[in-house]
């Protein structure tokens, strides 16, 4: 589905991704580690097209979208839940969702499935409809940050620390419901999280970044026994 070679990404005069090169198949859930300021969230958004790349492509299903501008790329099925929620805290949670949904005007019954498909993910969003989402608690906002993303509808969901900074109950709903999304509904998943052992053991594939480049590549059953992973990611 997604194909990236030899990517460069700089922010300014510095490139925070060289030469990087990796793919996403269809139904696959592909995990990206790395230290902070491995170049991780930076791939995101280079694949969401709100950072540029200096050289390099991104296709997906053969079509060249780099150049693209984040709402073209938005409209083909690629969705980002960004780290740290992000969510309109001035509106209510249920027109946070909605606003996940404003590229499916002619599809009401499909949004109004998705709804209900996110309300059986996360039932706390559907008490708290009427509430402004800038009073929700960490986890809750996280609940709906994921379900406003589900309502665009995506093609290849791509979650960007969903459980940084969770209490651990919620942090294990987070991690039950990308887990249900992907095996039972076969959504494509691209993850970065920092609990490598969960996202390792849940990964079909998993690539390691250090300073802006792919180091290590491999099935997530694999990497998680490598003797280097276990060092620096695992805590053994």
Not at 179 to 198: D, F, P, R, Y
Request: hydrophobic residues 40%; negative net charge.
């Amino acid at each position: 589905m997604l194909n990236i070679d030899n990517l460069t990404v700089a922010r300014g005069k510095e490139p925070v991704l060289v030469d990087l090169c990796m793919r996403v198949d269809q139904g696959e859930l592909v995990t990206l580690l790395g230290a902070n300021g491995a170049g991780k969230s930076s791939l995101l958004q280079t694949i969401s097209g709100m950072l540029k790349p200096r050289s390099g492509s991104i296709s997906l299903d053969g079509e060249e979208i780099s150049s693209l501008s984040p709402h073209q790329i938005v409209q083909r099925g690629v969705i980002q839940v960004p780290e740290g929620r992000q969510v309109f805290p001035e509106l209510t949670v249920q027109e946070n969702l909605r606003m996940g949904a404003f590229t499916r005007k002619d599809d009401p019954e499909g949004v109004a499935r998705d709804m209900e498909m996110v309300f059986s993910l996360f039932p706390r969003l559907k008490e708290r409809l009427s509430q402004d989402a800038g009073t929700l608690s960490g986890g809750e906002a996280q609940m709906l940050a994921v379900g406003r993303g589900l309502l665009s509808a995506p093609r290849l969901f791509m979650l960007d620390e969903p459980s940084l900074g969770l209490a651990p109950v919620v942090r294990e709903m987070i991690f039950h419901v990308i887990s249900q999304i992907h095996s039972e509904k076969g959504l494509t998943v691209l993850l970065v999280e920092q609990n490598a052992s969960w996202a390792l053991q849940v990964a079909t594939r998993a690539y390691i970044l250090e300073n802006g480049r792919v180091v290590m590549q491999g099935l997530g059953r694999d990497l998680i026994h490598d003797e280097h992973v276990k060092r620096a990611y695992l805590g053994h």
